[in-house]
Nanobody, 130 residues
Framework: QVQLVESGGGLVQAGDSLRLSCTAASARTFSTFDMGWFRQAPGKEREFVAAISMTVNAGRTYYADSVKGRFTISRDNAKNTVYLQMNSLKPEDTAVYYC????????????????????WGQGTQVTVSS
């Protein structure tokens, strides 16, 4: 079992930056898991944000069009942590952000495999005021 703990959310103004962290709080490392971030805005379904590969094409990243060029996903396997650097934040980025990972779903498939993902964090709130 892998427990994921997010941190770094908060209230910021449009144009500001935030960095979210997701750490595996368990003995089992996720160094072989491809990892991703999803978000859910009020009244909307959860949507894919970004993913990073640790297996095939290690380090390759994938982004939703809505965040491409503004958000950067990265990981530090020594710390069992994945990050989401969010720049030029917009009010429409307001959501609860979740990190997720699964040993059997590659990063390039995370965007379309949400329902199959095994491991999720509890979520961290990001609020961007205009």
């Amino acid at each position: 079992q892998v427990q994921l703990v997010e941190s770094g959310g908060g209230l910021v103004q449009a144009g500001d930056s935030l960095r979210l962290s997701c750490t595996a709080a368990s003995a089992r490392t996720f160094s072989t898991f491809d990892m991703g971030w999803f978000r859910q805005a009020p009244g909307k379904e959860r949507e894919f944000v970004a993913a990073i590969s640790m297996t095939v094409n290690a380090g390759r990243t994938y982004y939703a069009d809505s965040v491409k060029g503004r958000f950067t996903i990265s990981r530090d396997n020594a710390k069992n942590t994945v990050y989401l650097q969010m720049n030029s934040l917009k009010p429409e980025d307001t959501a609860v952000y979740y990190c997720a990972g699964d040993p059997y779903i590659p990063a390039q498939r995370l965007a379309v495999s949400e329902r199959q993902v095994d491991y999720w964090g509890q979520g961290t709130q990001v609020t961007v005021s205009s």
